[in-house]
């Protein structure tokens, strides 16, 4: 097993960044990727961004692209979000993911049945 904790949700106001957490522990050898999704009021849970748990591989929403970033701290088992130029519409929960994917394609990364392990969601709000 393996299991995640967000931090570093608020709120913020349109413009500003924010930067969000995730530390995992347990059995972390056993995933190959990781990501981070979101979740807004009424709506399904939607693809931010995902990286190869060792580093590099990274795909983003087109909705965040060039705003928000995915990196890790290998040392500290520790997945970031980086997130820039924060808009009203980048209001949601946010989950980060991991788990062990067979085929890492860039269709398979942006599935939620695609991760074994989630975390339990920190608030980001955004004020325009």
């Known amino acids: 097993q393996v299991q995640l904790v967000e931090s570093g949700g608020g709120l913020v106001q349109a413009g500003d960044s924010l930067r969000l957490s995730c530390a995992a522990s347990?059995?972390?050898?056993?995933?190959?990727?990781c990501g981070w999704f979101r979740q807004a009021p009424g709506k399904e849970r939607e693809f931010v961004a995902t990286?190869?748990?060792?580093?590099?591989?990274?795909y983003y929403s087109d909705s965040v692209k060039g705003r928000f970033t995915i990196f890790r701290d290998s040392a500290k088992s520790t997945m970031y979000l980086q997130m820039n130029r924060l808009k009203s519409e980048d209001t949601a929960v946010y989950y980060c993911?991991?788990?062990?994917?067979?085929?890492?394609?860039?269709?398979?990364?942006?599935?939620?049945?695609?991760?074994?392990?989630w975390g339990q969601g920190t608030q980001v709000t955004v004020s325009s």
């Open positions: 993911a991991a788990g062990f994917l067979e085929s890492r394609t860039q269709t398979a990364v942006r599935r939620t049945a695609s991760y074994d392990y």
């Open positions: 347990g059995l972390t050898f056993s995933i190959n990727n």
């Open positions: 990286m190869n748990w060792s580093g590099g591989g990274t």
